[in-house]
C-alpha cells in the first residue's frame, strides 16, 4: 500500500495516538509561543557572546549601542556575531516553517523539504558552479544556489502535477525524489572525477553558517520574509486539506490555491535558507514532529511554533558547535544531527505520537 | 485446472481504497487447492527474467576481449571452447553474478519494507542500513585505511566486514529505540530518521576531516560499485540469498494481511508482533548483505518496488517481480557505466540515472496509478 500514509493515515494513529498536543487550549498554546519566543531570544544572545573568544553581555550592549566603539571585541559582535546570529534566525526559521509545511502537504512523516528536489537543485547548481565557473566561496555560491533550488521544485512541480490525479503529495513526492536521486548522482559523478571540487564541496554541503557574511542575510532575507508570510497564510488551508482533498474542496477550499501556495512558501523558505548554509536537511525533518507534539496538529499553531522552535534549535547547535572543539569548529548541520537526533528520538520514544 | 475471473471485491477482504480500473484476478484451481493470481504478476516475473538473463550475457560478453553473445550463452550453459569459458567463468561472470545477487537482495529488501511502513518513500535506508553501514566502511577508509598497520591488519576483509557490523548495528539499535509493546511502523519511521541523521553527520563529519586522497576513495564505496568484485563477495551473498530468499516469499502471505493494519491482521489470525519482527529482520538481513558486497548502490532498494507495483497492478510491491527487476537495474546499470559511458562511473551512479527518469516516465504516462 504505496500511499497508505495519504489515502488511510488513521490505520496507525486510530489507537495509539492522541491527536491534540501537550498544550491544550488557546491560552496554553499562546503562552507557549511567547515562551518559545525568549527561547530564541535567550539562544540569541548566546549566540553573540559565546564563541572561540568569550564575550560578556555587557560588554555586546556597549558594542551594540555604541557604534564608535573599535575594541577587538566590538568589531567581532558587529562584523562576525551579529551577523552570523541574524543568519541563523533566518534560516532556522525558514527550515522550521518550510517542514512543517511540506508535511503538511504531504501527509507523510518522511517529508523533509529536500523532497521538493530543493536541496539536489542546490547541491547540483553549487557542484556546477564550482568545477565549471571557479567559484570558490560559500558566499559566492548564493545565487547559484538558489537558482538551482527554483529550478529543481519547478521541474518537480512539472513532473508531478502531469501525473495521474495532478500535483497530488504522493505524486509531487515521488518526482521530488527521482529527481533528487538523479541530480545526486550526476553530482557524484562530478565529485568522483573531479578532486578540487570534492574538496570544496564537501565543506558545503555539511552546512554550516560560518563564513558568511553580513550580505548573505541581506540577500536571502526578502525571500525568507515572503516565504514565512506565504506559510502563515497558507496554514489554515492545511487544516482543511487533511481532511482529504474531496472534503476540503466541499469546504470550500480552493485546492489548486492552497497547493500552489503551499509550494511556493516551501520554494522560498528552503531555497533561502540551503542557498545561505548548505543542505540542512535535519531540521526540516525533525522539528514538525516536535511541534506537532506540542500544539496538536492545528497548523495555525503549528507552522509558528516549527518556525521558531527551528531557529532556537539552529542558534543552540551553532553555539555547541563552537564550544566543543576550540578554537576550532564543528559545522551546524553536523552538531545538528548528533545533539537533535538523540534529543529527537527520546521524545518519540516518550511521548504517544501526534501522528499527521 | 481451470482459470476464470472474479470480481474484485469477491472473497478475501480487500484494502478498504480499491482502485476502480483494478485488474480483475484469475481463480487457479487444482483439486482442493486454488489461488488467485492476476496475469500479470506472472507475466511481468517471467518477461524480467528472460531480460535479465539477456543482458546478464551482453555484460559478459563486452570488454576487451569481445565474445560474441550466442557464444556467452553456449559457455553459460557449459557448450563453450576453453578460451571463452575460462574468460566468461573466472573473470567476468563473478562480477554480474555480484550484481544480480546485490540486485535481488535490494529489490526484495526494498518491497518488505515499503510494505511493511506502508509508505513509498520508505526504503531499508529508512531503518539505517545504508547509513550505519557507510559510517562503519568511511572510518575504515578514512581513519584506518591509509595508514600501512592498520590496512595489514584489517587485510581485504575490513571493509566489507564494517560495513556489515556498521549496517547490522544500525538497524538493530532503530528497532529496539523503536520498540515499545511492539513495532509501530510510523514510530520505526521515525526513529530511523533520527538515527540515520546521526550517521550522515558521522560521514560527513569524517569526510571533513579526511585528506581529499581518502574521501575521494570514501566516495566511490558510499555511491556503490560492482568494480573488482568476484567470487569472494558472490559467494557469502549466495549463501545469504539461499536463507533469505525463500522466508521472504514465505513472509509475503502474512504480509499480504499486516497492510490492512494491526487489528485486521490479528483478527485474520497473524501473530502480528512476531511476523513483524520477522519482516524486518529478513529486510535488514537482505539489505546489509548487499551493501556489505558492493556498498550502498543507490535508489535501487526504493524505485524498484514502486517500478514492479505499476508494471503488475495490485496493492502492494510483488516480491517475485521487485527481486528481479532489482537484479536487472544493477546489471544493466553496470553494462552501461562499463560500456556506453566515456569514463568509468560507479554502478550506483548509473542506477539513480536509469531508474529516475524511468519512475518520472511512469508517474507522468497517463495508464499508470498512483499508490
Known amino acids: ?356 | 485446472m481451470t482459470a476464470t475471473q472474479v470480481t474484485p471485491r469477491s472473497g478475501t477482504p480487500e484494502p478498504p481504497q480499491r482502485h476502480p480500473e483494478e485488474r480483475p484476478r484469475r481463480v487457479l484451481r487444482a483439486g482442493p487447492l486454488s489461488a488467485t493470481y492476476r496475469r500479470r504478476q506472472l507475466t511481468v516475473p517471467v518477461v524480467v527474467l528472460a531480460l535479465l538473463v539477456l543482458v546478464s550475457a551482453l555484460s559478459i560478453g563486452r570488454g576487451d576481449y569481445p565474445i560474441a553473445l550466442t557464444d556467452v550463452l553456449r559457455t553459460m550453459v557449459g557448450l563453450g571452447d576453453p578460451a571463452a569459458e575460462f574468460i566468461v567463468l573466472e573473470l567476468r561472470a563473478p562480477r554480474v553474478v555480484v550484481g544480480v545477487l546485490v540486485g535481488i537482495a535490494l529489490g526484495l529488501s526494498g518491497a518488505l519494507v515499503q510494505t511493511f511502513a506502508r509508505n513509498p518513500l520508505a526504503s531499508p535506508d529508512v531503518l539505517g542500513v545504508t547509513q550505519g553501514a557507510s559510517v562503519g566502511a568511511v572510518a575504515v577508509l578514512a581513519l584506518g585505511g591509509g595508514s600501512s598497520a592498520a590496512a595489514g591488519l584489517l587485510g581485504g576483509a575490513g571493509l566489507p566486514l564494517a560495513a556489515l557490523v556498521g549496517a547490522l548495528a544500525t538497524a538493530a539499535l532503530v528497532v529496539l529505540l523503536a520498540w515499545r509493546t511492539g513495532i509501530d511502523g510510523y514510530r520505526l519511521v521515525l526513529v530511523g530518521i533520527g538515527i540515520s541523521a546521526i550517521c550522515t553527520a558521522l560521514t560527513d563529519w569524517l569526510l571533513v576531516r579526511a585528506d581529499i586522497a581518502e574521501a575521494t576513495a570514501a566516495y566511490v564505496w558510499i555511491t556503490g560499485s560492482l568494480n573488482a568484485r568476484g567470487w569472494d563477495q558472490a559467494l557469502p551473498l549466495t549463501l545469504a540469498l539461499a536463507v533469505l530468499l525463500p522466508a521472504a516469499l514465505v513472509l509475503s502471505r502474512t504480509l499480504g494481511a499486516l497492510q490492512f493494519g494491526d487489528d485486521t491482521a490479528r483478527s485474520l489470525g497473524i501473530r502480528v508482533t512476531g511476523s513483524q519482527a520477522l519482516v524486518l529482520l529478513v529486510a535488514v538481513a537482505l539489505a546489509a548483505a548487499a551493501v556489505a558486497a558492493a556498498g550502498p548502490i543507490q535508489f535501487v532498494a526504493l524505485v524498484v518496488p514502486q517500478i514492479a507495483v505499476r508494471l503488475t497492478g495490485g496493492s502492494r510491491p510483488p516480491l517475485l517481480a521487485s527481486a528481479l527487476l532489482g537484479a536487472l537495474l544493477v546489471v544493466g546499470a553496470d553494462l552501461v557505466a562499463r560500456t556506453v559511458l566515456p569514463v568509468a562511473l560507479p554502478v550506483g551512479i548509473v542506477t539513480a540515472v536509469l531508474g529516475a527518469p524511468y519512475l518520472i516516465w511512469l508517474l507522468v504516462s497517463r495508464r499508470s496509478r498512483v499508490r
Open chain 1, 1 to 356: 500500500m504505496a500511499a497508505g500514509t495519504t489515502t488511510r493515515p488513521a490505520a496507525v494513529t486510530a489507537d495509539q495516538a492522541p491527536r491534540a498536543g501537550l498544550l491544550g487550549g488557546s491560552a496554553g498554546r499562546g503562552g507557549g509561543l511567547l515562551l518559545l519566543l525568549g527561547l530564541v531570544v535567550l539562544a540569541m544572545a548566546l549566540s553573540v557572546a559565546v564563541g572561540a573568544r568569550s564575550i560578556g553581555l555587557g560588554t555586546v550592549w556597549q558594542a551594540l549601542t555604541d557604534s564608535t566603539l573599535t575594541s577587538d571585541e566590538a568589531v567581532i559582535v558587529r562584523e562576525l556575531r551579529v551577523p552570523r546570529t541574524v543568519l541563523g534566525v533566518l534560516v532556522g526559521l525558514a527550515l522550521g516553517a518550510g517542514g512543517a509545511l511540506m508535511q503538511g502537504h504531504t501527509r507523510n512523516p518522511l517529508g523533509d523539504p529536500g523532497l521538493l528536489g530543493v536541496a539536489a537543485g542546490a547541491s547540483f547548481a553549487v557542484v556546477l558552479a564550482i568545477t565549471l565557473l571557479g567559484v570558490g566561496s560559500p558566499a559566492e555560491y548564493v545565487w547559484f544556489a538558489f537558482g538551482g533550488a527554483l529550478l529543481g521544485s519547478i521541474v518537480v512541480f512539472a513532473i508531478g502535477s502531469r501525473g495521474r490525479g495532478g500535483a497530488t503529495p504522493v505524486n509531487l513526492a515521488l518526482a521530488g525524489t527521482a529527481l533528487t536521486y538523479l541530480l545526486y548522482a550526476l553530482v557524484r559523478a562530478v565529485l568522483i572525477s573531479d578532486q578540487q571540487t570534492l574538496d570544496s564541496f564537501r565543506f558545503w554541503v555539511v552546512g554550516a553558517l560560518a563564513g558568511r557574511d553580513a550580505d548573505v542575510a541581506w540577500q536571502v532575507g526578502p525571500f525568507i520574509a515572503v516565504g514565512l508570510v506565504l506559510a502563515l497564510v497558507n496554514s489554515p488551508a492545511l487544516n482543511t486539506l487533511a481532511l482529504g482533498e474531496d472534503v476540503a474542496r466541499g469546504l470550500g477550499q480552493r485546492i489548486w490555491l492552497a497547493r500552489g501556495t503551499g509550494i511556493a512558501g516551501i520554494t522560498l523558505l528552503t531555497g533561502a535558507a540551503t542557498a545561505a548554509c548548505g543542505p540542512i536537511a535535519f531540521v526540516g525533518l525533525v522539528v514538525p514532529h516536535v511541534a506537532r507534539s506540542l500544539t496538536g496538529p492545528d497548523h495555525r499553531w503549528l507552522v509558528p511554533y516549527a518556525a521558531l522552535l527551528g531557529a532556537a534549535l539552529l542558534l543552540v547547535a551553532d553555539v555547541i558547535g563552537r564550544v566543543v572543539v576550540r578554537p576550532g569548529e564543528l559545522q551546524v548541520g553536523i552538531v545538528l544531527a548528533l545533539v537533535g537526533a538523540p534529543f529527537f528520538i527520546a521524545l518519540i520514544r516518550r511521548r504517544r505520537l501526534a501522528a499527521l
